[in-house]
């Protein structure tokens, strides 16, 4: 099976970080581009970093620049996103999507395939 694998959400203090995992499988994430995206209740999904694996470009959206980190492991073929200096306001389901035309965009519209979502809550 062709899947995404999110992990490592979870419950942290304003300030503290935390790193997300997106597991790949049935395919090779090098051939596409990946992007991490959140979503609010109510709201709609913001996209915070993609990666375009054919070329290594990297993009992360204003919200989080200088705080989020995309890095990637192609032996695991897993990606990471370190998040630094998080607040109440990155409260969120966190998601990994894969773009097969790895189109390298931060809209939602452009990935196929998503994994499950992994829940950051970040305490005041």
């Known amino acids: 099976d062709v899947q995404l694998q999110a992990s490592g959400g979870g419950l942290v203090q304003a300030g503290g970080s935390l790193r997300l995992s997106c597991a790949a499988s049935?395919?090779?994430?090098?051939?596409?581009?990946i992007g991490w995206f959140r979503q609010v209740p109510g709201q709609e999904r913001e996209g915070l970093s993609c990666?375009?694996?054919?070329?290594?470009?990297?993009h992360y959206a204003d919200s989080v620049k200088g705080r989020f980190s995309f890095s990637s492991d192609r032996a695991k073929n897993t990606v990471y996103l370190e998040m630094n200096r998080l607040t109440p306001e990155d409260t969120a389901v966190y998601f990994c999507?894969?773009?097969?035309?790895?189109?390298?965009?931060?809209?939602?519209?452009?990935?196929?395939?998503w994994g499950q979502g992994t829940q950051v809550t970040v305490s005041s």
């Open positions: 990666f375009k694996g054919t070329d290594g470009r990297i």
């Open positions: 049935g395919l090779i994430f090098d051939d596409y581009a």
């Open positions: 999507a894969l773009d097969y035309q790895g189109a390298w965009s931060s809209r939602p519209s452009e990935y196929e395939l």
